[in-house]
């Protein structure tokens, strides 16, 4: 199974600031169809899980630009350019490329 | 707009049966890949099983291989999850999500205690 590193597991920060949290992967994610089905979720509390991002880089449906995807191969990053008060939650990577799907342990996101 | 609406989740005795339902609406269920997602309380998410649009294939997380069996029914726009030999590690709130998990529904729990 493909297992999925997430760091920091918390993340304390200011409103208005930017966040950053970091998901590896223990094998790359490209698929043979030549897409990488990496996922990022938030979980506000006493929510089902949202999609954020997919794809590595696309923002879902409704997703404010402040929410940016990057990386390739194992590494892969989910940028909160000016955390808002409603970013609060747990954040999930996931990926899709191989069963079973797998996904990070959750980065917990708060305000200081 | 897209709905997914678990039902089904209950207490059940070690060893029981369950059947979990999700209905779905708001979109073409029959051209969409589905999956269970389960959640325990407190802790992360985990994939549970995967069926394709028509049916014909799924897939399974070793835990519940064999005992929990997923199943749709594209005339009622339902997706189902037969759990058999329940087991108190099943414990969870479990979610259906479709295709790349775009969309949750807001889970159904099943807890498992004698």
């Known amino acids: 199974d493909i297992v999925m590193t997430q760091t920091p597991l918390s993340s304390p920060v200011t409103l208005g600031q930017p966040a950053s949290i970091s998901c590896r992967s223990s094998q790359g994610l490209l698929h043979s169809d030549g897409n990488t089905y990496l996922s990022w979720l938030l979980q506000r509390p006493g929510q089902p899980p949202r999609l954020l991002i997919y794809k590595i880089s696309n923002r879902f449906s409704g997703v404010p630009d402040r929410f940016s995807g990057s990386g390739a191969g194992t590494d892969f990053t989910l940028e909160i350019s000016r955390v808002e008060a409603e970013d609060v939650g747990v954040y999930y990577c996931m990926q899709a490329t191989q069963f079973p799907w797998t996904f990070g342990q959750g980065t917990k996101v708060e305000i200081k | 707009e897209v709905q997914l609406v678990e039902s089904g989740g209950f207490l059940v005795q070690p060893g029981g049966s369950l059947r979990l339902s999700c209905a779905a609406s708001g979109f073409t269920f029959s051209t969409y890949w589905m999956q269970w997602v389960r959640q325990t309380p407190g802790k992360g998410l985990v994939w549970v099983s995967h069926?394709?649009?028509?049916?014909?294939?799924?897939r399974y997380a070793d835990s519940v291989k064999g005992r929990f069996t997923i199943s749709r029914d594209n005339a009622k726009n339902t997706l189902y999850l037969q759990m058999n030999s329940l087991r108190a590690e099943d414990t969870a709130v479990y979610y259906c999500?479709?295709?790349?998990?775009?969309?949750w529904g807001q889970g159904t729990a099943v807890t498992v205690s004698a």
């Open positions: 999500t479709r295709a790349i998990s775009d969309y």
């Open positions: 069926i394709n649009s028509d049916g014909s294939s799924t």
